[in-house]
């Protein structure tokens, strides 16, 4: 398998772009391959991490030549980051966006959940793709409602759009979304790289959403933006909490540009757009010189060689966007009541969720039901698309009044 | 049950004249899809359709939506509707080439990816730009109006061209579509008179 520790890469000084080579074209959204426009929503998500991690390295690094190094790489993550979303269309809408971040939230997560090594971690990532695959079903009844779309539109047929584990039920205490995290001496690196790159597309979602919610003039979306806001914060402390605390700042760096390397070259393996591949193959070149300098960091500061936390075998199995449904409906049949209690999973209410639904609640009806009410209102029905049949989960059927799809 | 706005069942009479052109730029994407994937009986009739459509859409746009946005508080009105009728002139060239060529002409193939641009860029801008400001400025009740005023002058046009009898050519020179403009235009009109 490639292994980027063995390739230098475009050098560091070639790696500024010009206003020409910044100013990509857009994908054209009446014509795009759902998964390309999921490839560009999470490495966003990736590059928008690499930035803000390192300002953090940098806020907690005494080092003034090692900040100047930070500064100059995260320009050029930074470069990266704008041509990588600025591949989104003006034309598409921010609801329309939207459901491409809960596309990529459902079959990202689901493969990644597929091909976790280690079971405590593979739970959690079955745990929180049920409630992004709910927030897809949400989304699109409000899209329905605002832009009288359908959102078979967006995901065409690639991803079911029917209820997850109820939002309703989502809002947990905050304490309870803490989780074990893996130990970095003993951890198989396909488990450092799926943890951070399910943290950063989360993280993302939740910057998304958390600011666009408010520029909507119909109560209910901004209502269901925030609720869903809030999901999406939760799901960061879920998932940043599996990431060893342990591991030092030039680490995390290895990590991250070694994640990044992963995720490019695994895009580039799949891509139909050949415009688009073309970014993937250039990011790639420049990631592997960002690896290299992380890893000199390494060696110098901590005395380490980059094998020791990402492995000597190269890159693992390249991640892909591909229908989950099978394994979805699995999901949804069988861990659709789980809820967390301390650092694991059980199917009671307990206390301290019983209490958070109450402070939160409060007796009145969340915007994420409100929202499949409002829709049954004003059309008769609620918008799905069940492609494999009903619903599994009997009591999430659809109730009188039927779909469309 | 929180208030959200001016949204309503399709053809109901809570429906307002914003959900109304929503939902055509819905029904004009998915024609455009019919238009540009499909082929022979298909594709001819879903451009017969996109032309009637597109006709009576931009009718009831120019004769409703914009005179309304021009005079919306705040200012920016005309050059935003200025702005708005050029691409519609725009657009209506590149659609009478099409319409003249038809479905099997040379150059239709790239005559229609254009159009689409053209089309959906400039509803984007309306539902961007224009619709917010209608829903915020105008009274509720007038939009519900102005909807049943364009549904009534739609319902009493032909539903779509005679197949084989009428070409879109000569549906759109002095066919149904036209029909539809002028009946659009009287129905509109009318209510419009009195507030003003």
Redesign the interface.
């Known amino acids: 398998m490639f292994n980027p520790l063995d390739h230098k890469g475009i050098p560091l000084e070639d790696q500024i772009r010009n206003w020409r080579e910044l100013n990509v074209e857009p994908i054209d959204p009446?014509a795009v391959d759902p998964y390309t426009r999921c490839r560009i929503i999470t490495m966003n998500g990736i590059e928008v991490e690499a930035i803000n991690f390192q300002h953090q390295f940098a806020r907690n690094c005494p080092d003034q030549e090692v900040r100047r190094q930070l500064a100059y790489v995260r320009y050029v993550e930074s470069q990266q980051q704008r041509v990588v979303n600025w591949l989104l269309p003006?034309?598409a809408?921010v609801l329309e966006t939207t459901l491409g971040y809960e596309q990529v939230a459902v079959d990202l997560t689901a493969w990644v959940a597929r091909h976790e090594p280690d079971p405590y971690l593979k739970q959690a990532y079955e745990f929180g793709v049920l409630e992004d695959f709910d927030h897809l079903y949400r989304y699109a009844n409000l899209y329905e409602?605002?832009?009288?779309?359908?959102a078979e539109?967006i995901v065409d047929g690639l991803t079911e759009v029917m209820p997850g584990r109820p939002t309703v039920q989502e809002h947990r205490h905050p304490f309870d979304e803490v989780r074990t995290p893996y130990d970095r001496g003993s951890a198989d690196p396909r488990s450092k790289l799926n943890a951070l790159t399910i943290l950063s597309a989360e993280q993302q979602v939740m910057f998304y959403y958390m600011n666009v919610g408010p520029q909507y003039?119909?109560?209910?979306a901004r209502?269901l933006y925030q609720e869903i806001s809030l999901i999406e914060q939760e799901h960061v402390t879920h998932y940043e909490s599996l990431v060893d605390p342990g591991e030092t700042w030039w680490e995390r760096l290895v990590t991250h540009e070694y994640n990044e390397c992963w995720l490019y070259y695994s895009f580039l393996q799949q891509e139909s757009d050949l415009r688009i591949k073309a970014v993937w193959e250039l990011h790639l070149q420049m990631e592997l010189a960002h690896l290299q300098q992380a890893a000199d960091l390494l060696r110098r500061h901590d005395g380490r060689e980059p094998e020791e936390i990402v492995g000597s075998t190269g890159l693992p199995e390249p991640l892909t966007f591909e229908p989950n449904k099978e394994y979805l409906r699995h999901l949804l049949a069988t861990q659709i009541d789980l809820t967390k209690l301390g650092e694991g999973y059980v199917r009671e209410a307990h206390e301290r969720f019983e209490w958070m639904q109450q402070q939160l609640h409060d007796g009145q009806q969340p915007p994420s039901e409100?929202v499949i009410d409002?829709h049954r209102?004003?059309?008769?029905d609620e918008y799905r698309i069940e492609t494999e049949g009903p619903h599994p989960v009997e009591s999430l059927r659809v109730r009188d009044g039927g779909s469309h799809d | 049950m929180t208030d959200t706005g001016a949204q309503a069942t399709p053809g109901s009479a809570e429906e307002d004249v914003v959900d109304l052109l929503l939902a055509q730029h819905a029904r004009i994407e998915q024609l455009f899809l019919l238009v540009i994937g499909g082929t022979g009986d298909i594709r001819r009739d879903a451009f017969d359709d996109l032309v009637k459509l597109l006709a009576a859409h931009e009718t009831a746009e120019e004769e409703i939506v914009h005179p309304l946005a021009r005079k919306l508080p705040g200012g920016g009105g005309d050059a935003m509707v200025d702005e708005r009728l050029a691409e519609e002139r725009q657009a209506k060239e590149t659609l009478r080439t099409l319409v003249a060529g038809g479905v099997d002409a040379d150059g239709f193939e790239t005559g229609i990816i254009l159009l689409r641009d053209a089309v959906l860029t400039h509803a984007r801008h309306e539902e961007r730009y224009e619709f917010p400001r209608l829903r915020q400025h105008v009274p509720a009740d007038r939009l519900r109006g102005l909807a049943a005023a364009v549904r009534a002058a739609e319902a009493t046009a032909p539903t779509r061209p005679h197949p084989g009898a009428q070409s879109a050519k000569g549906n759109l020179a002095a066919g149904p579509a036209l029909a539809v403009i002028d009946r659009i235009r009287d129905a509109v009109r009318r209510p419009s008179n009195g507030k003003g």
């Open positions: 009446e003006g034309v809408s409602m605002v832009e009288r779309r359908k539109k003039m119909e109560p209910i209502q409100q409002l209102d004003r059309f008769g």
